[in-house]
């Protein structure tokens, strides 16, 4: 099962940036799906999550501004960011909790996606 995430770039504050991110390999079904992102000299945080079911979760420094969905029929994941500011910038990983074909449960990530946001 791989994770390819893209959609990232420089972008001025107040700007937005769509990214995607989509599931391939042998997948049964996937479970939640999310974005997490990572700042130079920060840990990994949550950004937005969202269920099969489409219950979606935000962390406190994006709500209102960010939206994830997801299509489920091509395993794929996007978060759709509005009015950027300088500290969303950051490294982006989608995440995915992926039931196998084989009925393997497992938590996979993305590559990373820079997203850099200017003052």
């Known amino acids: 099962v791989q994770l390819q995430a893209y959609g990232g770039g420089l972008v001025q504050a107040g700007g937005f940036l769509r990214l995607s991110c989509a599931a391939s390999?042998?997948?049964?079904?996937?479970?939640?799906m999310g974005w997490y992102r990572q700042a130079p000299g920060k840990q990994r945080e949550l950004v937005a999550r969202v269920t099969s079911g489409g219950s979606t979760q935000y962390s406190d420094s994006v709500k209102g501004r960010f939206t994830i969905s997801r299509d489920n029929g091509k395993n794929a994941v996007y978060l759709q960011m509005n009015s950027l500011k300088p500290e969303d910038t950051a490294v982006y990983y989608c995440n995915a909790g992926v039931v196998s074909i084989w009925s393997t449960q497992a938590d996979y990530w993305g590559q990373g996606t820079q997203v850099t946001v200017s003052s």
């Open positions: 390999g042998s997948i049964f079904s996937v479970n939640d």
